[in-house]
C-alpha cells in the first residue's frame, strides 16, 4: 500500500531539488499519482499550500510521528505543471534516472532573473483639455511640447524611447510637462522577446490538393476527438513547411498552441522567418542561444497565453502551453532528437506521451523518416501521409555518382572529382550557388606516421587528435590540445601529417582553384558565438558567397533558390562507422543533401563522391527511392534483432579505475541473465520474468571509446523485442544499485541508443 508521498512545493523555486515526504490519509491511499495537486500543511505555521506529487512508495524517510499529512486533493488535472510532473514521472520509468533528473529536464525552473522595465509617457489629462493645450504650444511656437502632445492625443501613451529618439523631445522638456500636470512617466514591466525580425506578414499561400488533403485530414480528425500521430512522408522541395503553416493556422482557430521542433539550432532562423511571416509575434523560439532572461520570459509569456507556437530544438516540448493542441516534428529521422544526458529520452516518443497527457496530436515529417517512425506507420500505427512532388513543378535534382577509386587510377589525386571541377566552374560562371557537404571537422581526421603507423591519441581519451590549420592537434571530446608534431614520437621519422579531408581543407583547395569565389565555410568551429548561424546563412541567402562548404548541419531543411549544385564529398565516409545505423544514416544524409539542389525554377544537378558507388545506401539515395532502401534495411534490421524489429537496451558503467567500470559492467550483465535462473528468482536476487530465448544479454566489453576524460567506460548490452521486459530489467539493476552503500562506478541506461556507446 502506498502510505507515503514525496512532493513539491509549488515549483518556485530556482533549483527542483527539495522534494517533502507526507502521509497519505486512508481516504487517499491507492489514488494518488505522479502529477496529482494536493493541498499540504507547509512550514512552521502550517500555512495551506498547493503541492505536486512526484512519486509514492510504502517506505518512511523519517519518523511517520514527526510527518504531516495530505490533505485533500485538487482539482485542474489539465494543468501545464501537472502534466509535466506526470510527463517526469513517464521519462523516469521508461528511459531510467532519477526523478529529480527526470524534474529538472521537463520543468523550466524559474531563476531569479531581474525583470526588464521600460519608461512610458502617458497623459494625464483628458483628450480635450490635451487639444486645448496644444493649441496654445502651438501659438507660443513651443514645437517639442506641441509635437509631444499631439503624438499623445492620438495614442494615448508612448515609448520613452520614441519620444526621446524619434520625436526628439528632451527629457527636460517631458519633466516640465510632468511638473505641469499634462503627462505622466510610467515605468512598465515587459518580457524580453529574442525575435528581432523586420518581415512583412503574409497571408497563407495557395495550398496544392495534396497539401490541402493532409491540412483537411488531420484537423477533421482532430474536430472528431480522433487523436493519432501521424507521419508526413514528403520528398525534399515538395511542400512540408506550408502544411504545417496550415495545421499551424487550423489550431489556432481553435483556441490551441502549437509546438514546432527542429533538431538544429541552425534551423531555427529560416524556420522562423517563415513562421513570423505567417503569425507574427505570436512565435517564439526556445534554444541555447537565448540568455537566462530570454528563456524565462518565453516560458511566462507561454504561461500566459501571450505566444501561440514556440519554435526549437528538443528541449521546447517541455514549454508549459496551457492548450497545446498539437506538437510538429520537422525532420523527424534526426539523431539529435535523442538526449544524450539522463534520462536519455527521444523527442518522438517523449512528444507521444505528452500529446495524449494534453489531449494533442503528433505530426512528424522528412523526407527520410527514420525506420522506427515508417515502420510504425506500415502498421497503421501512425496515420501516413506521402507528398512526391516538387511544390512548384521542379523535378528532382540530376545526381551522379562519381567513383573516386577510377579517379584515382586515373591520375586525379584532388579531393574534387573531375565531373565536380566541371559543374563548380559552370556555376561560377553562371552566377549560381553551390553547396559542398563533408561530414567531417577540422582540417584532418587523424595525424599519423607514413613510416611506422604511430597515431597521435589524446593521453585522456582513446580517441585521435585532429590536425586544425592554427597548428594545433585537438581532442574533439574533451578539449585537450597540444602543438602539431614535426617529427613521430615513436621512430622519429619526419614523414607524419594529417589525413586532409577536414571543411578546411575543402576551402583551401576551392580557394587555390577558384580564386575568383567567395566561398564560406559553415561547421562547429565557424558558429560558436550566438549569432554566427543567422550570419552565414543569411549572407548565402543574400548570394554573398558562391559556394558554401560544411558539414551536415548544411544539408538540413534549409531553402535556397539559387543552389544548383550539391557536391558530396566522401560521401562513404559515415558507412565505416562502428554503429548498426550508418546505413540508414548515410542515406539520409545523401538524400538530404541532394535534396537542396534545384529547389526553384533552375534545375539541380548532385555529385555524390564514393569509394563505394555500389552500395545499396548510395544507390536507393541517388535515385531518391526511401522505399526501396526501408525494403532493403528492414531485413538486415529483422535478421539482426536491432530497432526497429526488436529493442536494445545499452547499460553504460563509468568509473575512474577500470577495474571499477568492469566490475559494475559484470555485475549489471550477471543481473540482466539472472533474469532467466528461477532458484535466483525465487531468493528474491531478481524479481522480473524470466527472460524469453529471443531476450539477449551481450557483454561486458568495453565501449567503443574505452576512455574519455580520464574515465573508464563499460558497456552491456541487452536485446528483446519486448520493450518492457527491458524496462523490468532496468528497474532491476537501478533496485540493486540502491541497495548498495557504495555501488561501484556510476550507471546509465540507454534505450535504443542512436550510436554507438
Partial sequence: MDRFAKIIVDISHEKVDRPFQYKVPDALQGKLTPGMRVRIPFGKGNRQRTGYVIEVGDV??????????????????TEPQQRMIALAAWLKEQYGSTMIQALKTVLPARRRVALREKKEVKLAVSVQDAKERLESFVKKHQTAKARLLSELIREERLDWELVTKRLHVSP????????AGVVLQTAVTYYRNPVKLDAVREE?????DTQRHIVESVLGEFDQNRRRPYLIHGITGSGKTEVYLGLIAGMIERGRQAIVLIPEIALTYQTLLRFYKRFGERVSVMNSSLSAGERQDQIERARRGEIDVIIGPRSALFVPFPRLGMILMDEEHESSYKS??????????????????????????????SLEAYSRAMRKEFGLFTMKERLAGGRLPQVYVEDLRRELREGNRSIFSRRLQEKLGERLLRKEQTMLFLNRRGYAGFVSCRSCGYVCKCPHCEVSLSEHRNGKLVCHYCGFAQPALSRCPECGSPYISGFKAGTEAVEEQLLKRYPQAKVLRMDADTTKTRDSYERLLSAFANREADILVGTQMIVKGHDFPNVTLVGVLAADLSLSVNDYRAGERTFQLLTQAAGRAGRAEKPGEVVIQTYQPEH???????????????REEIQYRTLLSYPPAAHILAVQLFAAREEEAQGAAQEAARLARCASKKEEAERGVCNVRSLAPQTV?????????????????YGVYIKSKD??????????IEQYRAGQEHPKGNCQFDFDPMSAY
Avoid: W
Avoid at 60 to 77: A, C, N, R, S, T
Avoid at 358 to 367: L, T
Avoid at 697 to 713: M, S
Avoid at 723 to 732: A, G, S, T
Fill in 60 to 77: 518512511p524517510e523519517f519518523p511517520e510521528g514527526k510527518m504531516k499529512e495530505i490533505q485533500d486533493v485538487l482539482g485542474g488535472d
Fill in 204 to 208: 497563407g499561400k495557395y495550398l496544392s
Fill in 172 to 179: 527636460q522638456t517631458v519633466k516640465s510637462l510632468e511638473e
Fill in 340 to 369: 544524450e544526458t539522463m534520462p536519455k529520452y527521444h523527442a518522438r516518443e517523449t512528444a507521444l506521451e505528452l500529446a495524449r497527457l494534453s489531449d494533442a496530436v503528433v505530426v512528424m515529417g522528412s523526407a527520410t523518416p
Fill in 697 to 713: 544479454v551481450i557483454g561486458p566489453a568495453p565501449a567503443h571509446i574505452g576512455k574519455i576524460n580520464d574515465v573508464y567506460r
Fill in 616 to 630: 545499396y545506401c548510395i544507390r536507393y539515395a541517388a535515385a531518391q527511392d526511401y522505399e526501396g532502401f526501408y
Fill in 723 to 732: 520493450y518492457q521486459r527491458l524496462v523490468e530489467i532496468k528497474d532491476l
